[in-house]
């Protein structure tokens, strides 16, 4: 390959074996303080690539994420996180990884290099002309989602991606491509660390915009959240609290009638 595989280049450390606990993790630290700043200057591509996003879910489009190993585990947690977190159907942004969901705990070999499998999980999920696919891959190189987002092109579904490796293969093919170049890892080729940082940053910036843009946040908070636990039924009576100047106990009455804060907001206002 011609483009320069920096995910793959030696790290700028060595003799690792011979540092002491704090200096690993001093180190590490160093490291990955520069990832921000590799975002950073990747922006105005996840600027292009976000807007297509908000472009497709308003169309009633869905975003998928695609990718193996570490790439397509970050996918599939943050498409976990959109229900609960935003109150969005499950079905909107859809987490695919090579190998299906076994591999979000155990390898599979080789899932990674069918070059097929990756357009056929998207039939199996009904992809259409309104959804828009992200690849996610390190490397650039992963011939899973190269596959999918090549059959995507021809079909003029939207593609972007998701690379720590300029001018990679992914890069070329996605039409919203993102790069963030991180440099060598400090374990060399360990991109779960460096390049998998950036990744996750990129998708939080990307989903909760994109949520925000939909009407999912009211001023800072998340009105539309899944009260899934104690923690969230807190959170959610301390809202209408604040919100509304109202007691705790009123807070609780709505809860339970209205189900989340959205509606019990607005319903409040009518009673």
């Not at 293969?169 to 360990?190: I, Q």
């Not at 915009?209 to 301390?238: C, F, P, Y």
Request: proline share 3%.
């Amino acid at each position: 390959m011609s483009f320069k595989k920096t995910t793959e280049q030696a790290s700028h450390y060595d003799h690792l074996e011979k540092m002491s606990v704090e200096q690993l993790l001093y180190t590490i630290n160093k490291e990955d303080s520069t990832v921000s700043l590799a975002v950073k200057k990747a922006i105005p591509q996840i600027h292009a690539l976000t807007t297509q996003v908000i472009s497709c879910l308003e169309k009633g489009g869905r975003l998928f994420y695609m990718g193996a190993g570490t790439s397509g585990r970050l996918g599939v947690v943050d498409a976990s996180e959109i229900p609960p977190t935003f109150g969005m159907s499950p079905d909107v942004v859809i987490g695919l990884i090579a190998g299906g969901d076994t591999a979000i705990r155990t390898a599979v070999e080789f899932a990674e290099d069918d070059t097929t499998q990756g357009w056929q999980d998207l039939k199996d999920h009904q992809i259409g002309i309104n959804d828009v696919v992200i690849g996610i891959a390190a490397s650039g190189t992963t011939p899973y989602v190269i596959g999918a987002l090549e059959k995507c092109n021809a079909l003029n579904i939207s593609t972007g991606c998701i690379t720590c490796n300029d001018k990679s293969p992914l890069a070329l093919t996605a039409k919203f491509p993102v790069v963030a170049v991180v440099g060598p890892e400090f374990v060399t080729g360990s991109s779960r660390m460096k390049a998998g940082t950036a990744q996750k940053l990129i998708l939080n910036m990307i989903s909760t915009t994109a949520m925000i843009q939909l009407g999912r946040v009211e001023g800072n908070k998340m009105v539309d959240m899944h009260l899934s636990n104690n923690k969230l039924v807190a959170r959610a009576k301390q809202m209408l609290v604040d919100k509304l100047s109202i007691s705790k106990t009123e807070a609780t009455s709505l809860l339970e009638k209205y189900k989340n804060v959205r509606n019990a907001l607005v319903n409040y206002k009518n009673e």
